[in-house]
């Protein structure tokens, strides 16, 4: 039997100079927003979208600004840091009985505190931190106002943007297996399953005192270490200690690779068919399908991923969030319906 493969993969995949580097994670936004411009102009010079060409340049440049990067950060900041501005066990007492009931605040104090006593972290992107729900919401707002703005269909200018944008998701995921955040669930007995150095933290004091100690005999320099980021660095670049490592982490699901197939290639590749294959299809139907199906692959998607918090003890926050997404579906939906019995109408 294949022994698991350790993850060992570099975050930073060119050295600049001192602590300038180029990040895979920032190559996967790039190449996101090269390959959504590439597509959307493409999809303007054959008709298939509401914007001319030459407009298409701007259009993403402003989306990947306002839209992604503003819209993601801060829904990262929200609804993921220091498990977000909200307590969820406030919602969770809506459905416990008066027994059980704990009088807790609906506002996460030490997200507050954390808020005030730095509040440059909200800021601070290249540390990593980014939601795909907040950059969906983002893009939302972003292009509805740009929509205004422009005098063209709010809907036939997302029905371009969900077409492309499961790409960025795409890159964004194979980003996050590179880095070795977001890993799944323990997988036992699952053939291609990955021991991720950063899951120790999961992992019992005493376990994780064993796996430093025996780490710092096989390099002594990590006696000095303080955090578990330098012990996975240490770990990448000295393979003994990587493999003592090992053997301290339990296998798990590489769940970026599953959802980045998921909501990421296969919903491009659904939409993007959609979209040539049906050329007259009325204007706000592949977004309400960019909803929906978005919406059903990280639900999926979320039940081999270890869920950074539990929402009433039912779903992740990832879950609970994607369940309003078809809310968005249904109003897209109808409004495609109704642009359809118009073109009936017309006809």
Aim: positive net charge.
């Amino acid at each position: 039997m294949l022994a698991t493969y350790v993850h060992d993969l570099d975050p930073v995949a060119l050295p600049i100079y001192g602590g300038l580097a180029l990040r895979w994670y920032g190559l996967a936004y790039l190449m996101g927003f090269v390959a959504g411009f590439l597509l959307l102009k493409n999809l303007a010079q054959r008709g298939l979208w509401v914007l001319k060409p030459e407009k298409t340049a701007d259009f993403i440049a402003a989306c990947a600004l306002f839209g992604v990067f503003l819209g993601g950060r801060l829904g990262y900041i929200l609804l993921y840091f220091k498990d977000g501005a909200i307590n969820w066990e406030w919602f969770g007492n809506l459905f416990s009985s008066g027994q059980n009931h704990v009088a807790v605040s609906l506002v996460n104090a030490e997200w507050v505190n954390a808020i005030a006593q730095n509040p440059s972290v909200v800021f601070r992107v290249w540390e990593g931190g980014m939601a795909s729900h907040g950059g969906i919401l983002g893009l939302a707002i972003f292009t509805w106002i740009y929509a205004k703005k422009n005098k063209v269909s709010w809907a036939g200018l997302a029905d371009g943007l969900c077409v492309v944008g499961p790409l960025g998701l795409f890159f964004g995921r194979m980003a996050n297996f590179i880095n070795g955040e977001l890993y799944g669930r323990v997988a036992d007995g699952v053939a291609w399953a990955v021991k991720f150095p950063k899951s120790l933290e999961l992992e019992s004091q005493d376990v994780q005192g064993a796996a430093w100690q025996a780490c710092t005999q096989v390099e002594p320099s990590l006696a000095k270490a303080t955090s578990l980021d330098q012990l996975v660095t240490v770990a990448r670049e000295n393979p003994k200690v990587s493999e003592t490592l090992g053997e301290f982490l339990q296998p798990r699901h590489p769940s970026q690779i599953y959802e980045g197939l998921l909501e990421g290639l296969l919903l491009f590749l659904i939409l993007y068919t959609v979209r040539v294959k049906f050329k007259n299809a009325p204007t706000g139907l592949i977004t309400g399908l960019f909803f929906a199906l978005y919406a059903i692959f990280r639900i999926l998607g979320e039940q081999f991923r270890e869920p950074d918090a539990e929402l009433v003890r039912l779903l992740t926050k990832g879950q609970f969030f994607s369940i309003f997404m078809f809310l968005f579906a249904a109003a897209f939906f109808v409004h495609a319906w109704r642009e359809a019995r118009k073109g009936l109408t017309r006809g």
